[in-house]
């Protein structure tokens, strides 16, 4: 896993915006037991600026399930303990109940599970530290990704089950500019436009070509996603490997954060809508 992590990096540090990561540090955290992943936490100058998360595959290889820069990383344990304070699961200063247990998850955003005695599991966003409403924390736990189409192999997604890392190159990179085009909440009118037919991530990175940023919203798993969210660009991977041409990874801003996630869009085709979002309507 170290090795497909460090491999990884370099290749994103021979591009852009991934070149501060040439000389940075790599730490491994393993996600919680069963979840099968792990966070690697990139650190340049002792300040954590960038991750890796990293899952492995049911052929026994490993796959880049999201990577991202910015400074507000994902699994920070002194936000958590923020809003476990400010829900009234536990006083300031103070700790959990006894028998309380505390998970990072991963399936298709991070999280983190906390169970109480006696209570249901109260599932918290990892990146913005929101709750779950009970209703999307039923419907996450029963959310399953399935990234290889049922057939077992792992496609759309950089795996090193492709014989190995040399099989994959990075190639293009386009990204819109930061702007207001971070949180779909500032602006709600896409929910009146018609939602946009994609069917392959390569569909998905022609609509962004034409529009620049896309909303996505899953109709069932927006608690597991984490959405709504904005598309602002994608990241382009290629590939030898014949039964696994290409990768593409779409830009993700964290809202009212210097964060930019990168999602494999294969993970959200058939998983949701995209629509335009309103600021990109006049360029259409």
Known sequence: MT????????????????????????????????????????TAQDIPQWYLIISASEDGGYILSEYGIGTTL????????????AEGLMRAGGGLPTGSTVRMLY??????????????????????????????????????RDLSGGTGQVKGVVSSSDMTMDAWRVGQTALAPRS?????????????TTDLPAHSSTELRGLLEQHRVLTF??????????????????HRWISKN????????????????????????????????FYVYPQSLSQT
């Open 3 to 42: 090795q497909f992590a460090e491999e990884t990096v370099s290749r994103l540090s021979a591009h852009a915006p991934f070149t501060a990561w040439a000389d940075a540090k790599l730490t491994y955290t393993p996600l919680g037991p069963g979840t099968h992943g792990w966070l690697v936490t990139i």
């Open 74 to 85: 994902p699994y920070s344990q002194a936000s958590l303990g923020e809003r476990l304070v």
């Open 107 to 144: 399936n298709v955003s991070p999280l983190w599970q906390i169970e109480l005695p006696d209570q249901p599991p109260v599932y918290i966003n990892a990146l913005n530290y929101e709750r779950l409403p009970e209703q999307q924390s039923l419907t996450l736990t029963s959310y399953k």
């Open 180 to 192: 207001h085009s971070d949180n779909p909440y500032d602006n709600l009118m896409w929910l009146t």
């Open 217 to 234: 919203r899953s109709q069932d798993g927006n608690a597991a996603f984490g959405a709504p969210f904005n598309i602002t660009g994608w």
């Open 242 to 273: 014949a039964d696994n041409r290409g990768a593409t990874y779409v830009a993700v801003p964290l809202a009212h954060t210097d964060t930019l996630r990168f999602l494999p869009g294969s993970q959200l085709i058939g998983e949701g809508k």
